[in-house]
């Protein structure tokens, strides 16, 4: 893996997990020169863009992406059932699970939400939603991990634990990787639909820090919650205000605790940093269109390991690069 100073921890998940390496003095991950990082406003288009479809070079509906350490770009392509794999500076895609039609056989999806990597056992894993399924990829094979559970989102850490959401039951629950016969852990949520500090209100997007601390995009409402590991209820870091987000969406938590969301409704992806009450806006945010400035329902967000910045254009069917000023 690419060692830099400038490196982001980024376990998503989606939630991802792209585990940063570095033995300089400055220690794991160091932070220096973070703070304030600007991404250039025009993106470039690196993944469909061709309209909605189901051709290799099109999507329908992409939701989620992961991006491995060569830049190859892995997208739930919602609509068309199927996931698909873009590798760098590439074309069109490739299906590597799915695309044999909605359906619930073990070779089929409906409507997967989320793709991480299992580099560990050299597989994905897959959000199948409307199966109520969390579902394995390994080499043509398949395996149903977690059955009956109401996921659209999954995140990874670096001990080995998958977790999972429940936007149903308004929980996040936690399992151990290889050890699926129990009903997991809730590590947030689990108290029902609500408000308070020790609930949820259709959680999705999911980010797990090197501390076991869990994010979450408490979608309606409007707000990003923080569980630290074994919280009995979490704490907004944010959004809660009615005009600060609108149906809050991708997650990502940098090193430093700076959190970056999408916005859905107002097109635009936020910057809330640790201890601040207003999030500023890092792209997107000039009305919705299909401009390299501007967005159209965003969703996932992925960091590369040069701190370049992808977002899901969900309404445009693409995904776009904004590039970090150096």
């Known amino acids: 893996m690419v060692k830099s100073k400038r490196k982001f ?3 998503i998940v989606q939630i991802k997990c792209e585990i940063c390496e570095n033995t300089s003095e400055d220690g794991p991950c160091s932070t220096n020169n973070k703070i304030g990082h600007k991404w ?3 993106a470039i288009t690196v993944a469909g863009g061709n309209g909605k479809g189901q051709k290799l070079n099109q999507f329908n509906g992409p939701s989620a992406i992961f991006i491995d ?4 770009i892995f997208i739930a392509d919602v609509h068309n059932h199927r996931i698909v794999e873009w590798k760098h500076d590439a074309k069109k895609g490739q299906i590597i699970a799915g695309g044999n039609g909605k359906g619930d056989r073990i070779d089929q999806l409906d409507r997967p939400t989320d793709v991480i990597i299992d580099r560990q056992n050299h597989s994905i894993i897959i959000a199948d939603r409307d199966n109520r399924r969390v579902i394995q990829w390994m080499n043509e094979k398949q395996k149903i991990l977690i059955h009956n559970i109401d996921c659209s989102r999954l995140a990874i850490d670096k001990y080995g634990f998958l977790y999972v959401n429940d936007y149903k039951k308004n929980e996040v629950r936690r399992w151990k990787m290889g ?3 129990n009903e997991g852990v809730v590590v947030a949520g689990g108290h029902g639909q609500g408000d308070q500090l020790n609930q949820l209100h259709y959680p999705t997007f999911i980010f797990v820090d090197e501390d076991q601390s869990v994010y ?3 979608r309606n409402n409007r707000r990003v919650m923080k569980w630290r590991k074994d919280a009995k209820e979490g704490t907004i870091v944010a959004g809660g205000k009615l005009n600060e987000l609108s149906l809050p969406a991708g997650l990502i938590v940098d090193d430093l605790g700076q959190i970056y969301v999408v916005d859905f409704d107002h097109n635009r992806v936020m910057r809330w940093r640790e ?3 207003k999030g ?3 792209v997107g945010g000039n009305g919705e269109g299909d401009q390299s400035n501007q ?5 996932g967000l992925f960091f590369d390991d040069e701190e370049n910045l992808y977002v899901v254009d969900d309404g445009n069917d693409r995904v776009q690069k904004f590039e970090i000023i150096l």
Do not use: M, R, W
């Open 9 to 11: 921890i980024t376990f």
């Open 40 to 42: 250039k406003q025009h």
């Open 69 to 72: 350490q060569k830049k190859n």
């Open 179 to 181: 050890e699926y016969n």
């Open 216 to 218: 979450v995009t408490d």
């Open 275 to 277: 201890g601040k009450e």
């Open 280 to 282: 500023e806006i890092v």
């Open 295 to 299: 967005l159209n329902g965003a969703s």
